[in-house]
């Protein structure tokens, strides 16, 4: 049996290999203009969060602190997913803490959750958004908030020890005695060396336990 191979034409051929560079082109194109926004984006990044170095200072004037919000907003807005987006939105969101914009601080922390970054980022901007829910004494808010914050950690962990109190706090002012005194049993199990072990069982003797 005799069988008949056609070969493609030099057109198609030649159409089929304009196909494959112009593809090669796009991504090409495409990751060079991903890299060029990402450089760019840094920049004004970088040059945002150096503005507002000096409004992190307890002594910094409201005017100062208001400047660099702009900065830091204006920055998000123009790049509102670059790589230290995160970095800009915690940033932001202590400062508006500090302005005592809680609602506002608050968005920009879950910003910087969303936004990813590293575990200790996001680490503290969870707990960010439990201490805006305390500033504002919506305090079942605190609780939850608290929680999420402690979600995945353990003693060993940056910040347990203070989201763990938090949570305590936050439920005794919520009047939740007993979860509060489940929570400072924990700690004293959990931190047997911490500094602030004499203010937990404080705490215990307080609630009656």
Do not use: C
């Amino acid at each position: 049996m005799k069988i008949n191979l056609t070969l493609p034409s030099a057109r198609t051929v030649l159409i089929g290999a304009a196909a494959i560079v112009a593809a090669g082109l796009v991504v090409a194109g495409g990751w060079y203009w991903h890299a060029t926004t990402q450089q760019r984006a840094m920049a004004v990044y970088a040059e945002a969060m150096t503005r507002a170095q000096p409004a992190q200072n307890p002594e910094a004037t409201s005017e100062t602190r208001a400047a660099a919000i702009r900065e830091l907003e204006a920055a998000l807005t123009q790049y509102p997913s670059g790589r230290d987006a995160a970095q800009v939105a915690y940033l932001l969101g202590n400062l508006r803490f500090q302005s005592q914009q809680y609602s506002q601080a608050r968005g920009a922390f879950e910003l910087a959750v969303a936004q990813g970054g590293s575990q200790t980022l996001r680490t503290l901007s969870r707990g960010g958004v439990a201490y805006t829910w305390e500033a504002e004494r919506n305090y079942p808010k605190a609780v939850e908030a608290f929680k999420v914050a402690l979600e995945g950690l353990g003693p060993k962990d940056f910040l347990y020890e203070e989201l763990l109190l938090g949570l305590g706090r936050t439920q005794e002012l919520s009047g939740q005695k007993a979860e509060a005194t489940a929570t400072y049993r924990r700690a004293v199990s959990e931190l047997p060396n911490s500094r602030r072990l004499d203010e937990i069982k404080a705490r215990l003797a307080e609630l009656g336990t």
